[in-house]
């Protein structure tokens, strides 16, 4: 069982920076992709960033050049640093994983989603 927590969300006004983190305990035999979506009120979960095993990012056009993710394959983590930070990115952000739990003998694939924080940004 894989298990994401996410930390560093709170309330900043607009222009702010806030840092997220995202840890994942458990066992697994690897990570490939680490990601984070957020759901915004009356809106459907959108994907905000994503990073592979070998630090290849792709964003959603809404945050590009303002957001970066990163990650420490050491610590099996991974952050989001958001800058100018606009009203519209208030949401839940849930951080997500996916990879192989088991052994090389027998491997399963996961897929596992972090618990949510929240980021509200004040006009």
């Known amino acids: 069982q894989v298990q994401l927590v996410e930390s560093g969300g709170g309330l900043v006004q607009a222009g702010g920076s806030l840092r997220l983190s995202c840890a994942t305990s458990?066992?697994?035999?690897?990570?490939?992709?680490m990601g984070w979506y957020r759901r915004a009120p009356g809106k459907q979960r959108e994907l905000v960033a994503r990073?592979?095993?070998?630090?290849?990012?792709n964003y959603v056009d809404s945050v590009k050049g303002r957001f970066t993710i990163s990650r420490d394959n050491a610590k099996n983590t991974v952050y989001l640093q958001m800058n100018s930070l606009k009203p519209e990115d208030t949401a839940v952000y849930y951080c997500?994983?996916?990879?192989?739990?088991?052994?090389?003998?027998?491997?399963?694939?996961?897929?596992?989603w972090g618990q949510g924080t929240q980021v509200t940004v004040s006009s």
């Open positions: 990073i592979t095993s070998g630090g290849r990012t």
């Open positions: 997500n994983a996916d990879g192989y739990s088991g052994s090389i003998y027998s491997l399963r694939s996961f897929n596992s």
């Open positions: 458990g066992s697994f035999f690897s990570i490939n992709d």
